[in-house]
């Protein structure tokens, strides 16, 4: 049976599992395998250190190392880094010349020196037709500009969140899912921009971990605004928090006070006429 061993590519934040035949290798050993078409430098890592992040459906290995990467592979990746940051440089002082609306994020020249991909974030579509052909122009190579969301860019640039962690896009996630501003208010959280939303401005992806169980835990439970005959008499909901186990009401007195969930039975509802 081929072994199986952890790499991470430079450009490519989330490690993966790869076959790597009959090769002994070990952790920080260099590696070449077939990315999109492409023969690219990895690296080993340890399996360990992401084996748990792996959803079900990503841990069917698909890629091969083809061999141990050489000195000239090596150089390459080096002079690429280098290369880089140049054409970073390049593409941003033409961005400023001709005054384009657009952020530039990062740049990549594809293994083999046939491309280099720009991304860049714009509020609006972006004419770059001109910087392109300039940049082939000085570059000397095939110019792409892919234009990219703000989650893209967080991911790509990295950075703290405010629980203290890396950022989850960085760290562990392999696909961005839709986060609305329907989930906050289901975990009773406060509408406040600067609470819940991202580095990237836009809102937190962990506002999706536990929606679904807020849904499942409040099945059957009264909404906010409804009114229920309460053990202490007629009373409006003004907050269901699961996870205190409590629902917070309001007595026609104007008190508030709480009474506990396991307390409520659906037939406390008022229904309305």
Request: charged share 30%; proline share 4%.
């Amino acid at each position: 049976m081929a072994a199986i061993v952890g790499l991470k590519l430079r450009k490519k934040l989330l490690a993966f599992d790869a076959e790597a035949g009959e090769l002994e290798l070990r952790d920080g050993d260099k590696v070449m395998i077939e990315d999109e078409g492409a023969t690219v430098l990895a690296t080993v890592v340890p399996r360990g250190c992401y084996r748990h992040l792996l959803p079900d459906t990503a841990k069917t290995v698909r890629v091969k190392v083809v061999r141990k990467a050489e000195d000239a592979d090596i150089r390459q990746e080096d002079l690429n880094i280098r290369m880089e940051k140049d054409y970073f440089k390049a593409c941003q002082r033409k961005i400023v010349q001709h005054d384009l609306p657009m952020k530039l994020v990062d740049v990549t020249i594809e293994p083999d020196g046939s491309k280099v991909v720009f991304f860049f974030v714009a509020e609006n579509r972006v004419d770059f037709r001109v910087l392109v052909k300039e940049l082939a122009s000085e570059l000397r190579a095939r110019i792409e500009m892919r234009q990219i969301g703000a989650r893209t860019e967080a991911q790509i640039t990295g950075g703290v969140g405010c629980c203290g962690r890396e950022l989850c896009c960085t760290g562990f996630l392999r696909k961005f899912c839709p986060v609305t501003v329907k989930m906050t208010k289901e975990q009773g959280l406060p509408l406040d921009p600067e609470k819940i939303s991202g580095v990237c401005g836009r809102l937190m992806c962990c506002l999706a971990y536990e929606y679904d169980t807020y849904v499942e835990m409040k099945a059957g439970l009264p909404k906010i605004g409804k009114r229920i005959n309460s053990p202490q008499g007629l009373a409006k909901v003004r907050q269901v928090n699961v996870i205190s186990h409590k629902l917070i009401i309001e007595l026609e007195d104007g008190s508030i006070t709480d009474m506990n969930i396991d307390d409520y039975k659906p037939e406390m509802l008022v229904r309305q006429q």
